[in-house]
């Protein structure tokens, strides 16, 4: 009897194990990742890594996904296979810590394997946002890039791959985003105060970052303000030391970088900073996560209460008129927008190599060649 059931155990567990491919077959099987395949071919190592890794997600774009993506300027870089360290840093992002099978049914921030500094800033390795819907998935990625999940979950020996159709897009530093996202005065207003190198190079910040047209608000005042004023309104703007995604945001009060507190006042689904409203949540940067709002804050009024029936951003600034401030000018022109259409999304790839060459380098311009790693180090330390 007991021999018997032991000879059935043994034969479950083969059964179960000759279920499980490892990660290169998982893959191969899949004609739909033929692509994948073949650019994972050229990378031995890397591959030799991802394999030993256990209790992880990857999401592996499908040929769809390459094909748009290869289209970019960003792509085509790397068809060359010119720049290894960059497409195994895109390939990290892919790779979800943790075995989803499916992702529930609450929005959540994912950490992936993207964890070296020359990529992100991200204590716990930078996060992918996941929005489930009726048992699919989509997620949202830099600049608000928005890839969806297609077809069924396959199990490998380390966890489980989906397959999406657009590649996701790592997240760039917050000049550059703000750039994209066409918050065009918050980076005058950061390089007039020289502090855009500065907050591009902490770790694990929140920003909330004034549309163009709350600068326009205060545009009357832009002028008059020193250096000093300035630095310490901007400073007002960040959380150094905590990653504040819109889930992790409740009524609280936070301290920022310049030393005042903000006020979190949580509103059904609306957020406010002080008074002003979050417009746009959870745009990915490489050094944490940036929420626009309406209106820029004032350290010198942080008693300033939200009024959720105006539906634009009230001044914080006594004696606040709106004209223009000033403050773009100078600032490069966006290429691309937040919050994509399947059309802009390809754009925005595009975008994060074709202008390394401008004032702010965007990813591939930051990143030098392959030089920079050894080849496969970057998961070297997961
Ligand atoms: C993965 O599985 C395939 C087929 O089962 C096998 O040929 C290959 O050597 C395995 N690769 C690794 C890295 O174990
Ligand atoms: C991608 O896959 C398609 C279909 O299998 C194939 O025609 C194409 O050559 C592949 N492209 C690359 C870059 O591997
Ligand atoms: C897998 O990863 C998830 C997320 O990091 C963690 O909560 C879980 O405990 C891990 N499971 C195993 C078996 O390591
Ligand atoms: C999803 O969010 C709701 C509301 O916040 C909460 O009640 C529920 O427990 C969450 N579900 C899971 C699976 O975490
Ligand atoms: C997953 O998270 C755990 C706990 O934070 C960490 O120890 C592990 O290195 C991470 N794994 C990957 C693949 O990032
Ligand atoms: C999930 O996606 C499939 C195909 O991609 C679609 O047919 C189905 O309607 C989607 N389900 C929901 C609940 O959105
Ligand atoms: C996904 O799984 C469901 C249930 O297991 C099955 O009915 C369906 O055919 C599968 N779809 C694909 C594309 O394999
Ligand atoms: C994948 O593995 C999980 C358990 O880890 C199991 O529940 C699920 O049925 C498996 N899916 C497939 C398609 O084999
Ligand atoms: C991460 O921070 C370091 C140190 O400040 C900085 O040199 C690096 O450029 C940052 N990485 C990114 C991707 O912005
Ligand atoms: C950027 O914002 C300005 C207003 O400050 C607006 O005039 C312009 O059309 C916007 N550009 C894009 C590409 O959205
Ligand atoms: C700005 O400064 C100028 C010159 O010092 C002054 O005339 C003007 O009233 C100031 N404007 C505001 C709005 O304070
Ligand atoms: C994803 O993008 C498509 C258009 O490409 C849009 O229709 C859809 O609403 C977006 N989904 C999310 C969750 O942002």
């Not at 390939?91 to 020359?118: D, I, K, M």
């Not at 006042?265 to 050094?287: C, E, I, K």
């Amino acid at each position: 009897m007991q021999f018997k059931n032991l000879a059935l155990a043994a034969i479950v567990a083969t059964a179960t194990a000759q279920e499980q491919q490892n990660l290169t077959a998982a893959l191969s099987s899949n004609p739909e990742l033929s692509n994948l395949t073949s650019f994972l071919g050229a990378l031995p190592d890397f591959v030799g890594q991802l394999s030993q890794l256990q209790n992880v997600t990857l999401l592996a774009p499908n040929n769809e996904a390459f094909a748009e993506f290869l289209n970019s300027s960003a792509g085509s870089g790397l068809a060359s296979g010119s720049d290894s360290a960059l497409i195994q840093a895109i390939l990290s992002y892919h790779v979800l810590n943790g075995t989803y099978e499916s992702f529930g049914e609450n929005v959540t921030f994912v950490p992936t394997a993207l964890q070296p500094p020359q990529f992100a800033n991200v204590t716990g390795g930078q996060r992918v946002e996941v929005i489930p819907s009726g048992g699919n998935a989509t997620f949202l990625s830099g600049l608000l890039a928005n890839s969806t999940a297609v077809g069924n979950a396959t199990n490998f020996t380390g966890g489980v791959v989906h397959v999406i159709d657009r590649f996701l897009v790592v997240p760039q530093n917050i000049s550059e985003t703000a750039i994209q996202a066409n918050l065009t005065s918050a980076v005058g207003a950061l390089l007039k105060a020289d502090l855009a190198t500065t907050l591009d190079g902490l770790s694990d910040v929140t920003v909330f970052v004034p549309d163009n047209a709350a600068f326009r608000a205060i545009g009357n005042l832009v002028g008059n303000l020193t250096t000093e004023n300035l630095t310490s309104i901007l400073t007002y703007h960040v959380v150094n030391g905590t990653v504040a995604y819109s889930t992790d945001l409740s009524n609280t009060s936070i301290p920022t970088l310049g030393g005042g507190n903000v006020t979190i006042t949580v509103d059904g689904d609306s957020v406010f900073v002080n008074s002003a409203r979050v417009t746009v949540p959870n745009v990915l940067v490489a050094n944490g996560v940036v929420h626009v709002i309406d209106s820029v804050l004032n350290p010198a009024n942080s008693t300033a209460e939200p009024n959720p029936s105006e539906s634009s951003g009230v001044p914080a600034f006594a004696g606040a008129q709106d004209q223009d401030d000033g403050l773009a000018s100078g600032v490069p022109t966006p290429t691309a927008s937040l919050n994509p259409t399947s059309e802009a999304s390809a754009a925005a790839t595009a975008t994060s190599s074709s202008s390394s060459g401008g004032a702010m380098p965007m990813i591939t311009g930051a990143i030098a060649p392959a030089a920079l790693f050894g080849a496969g180090a970057i998961l070297a330390n997961l």
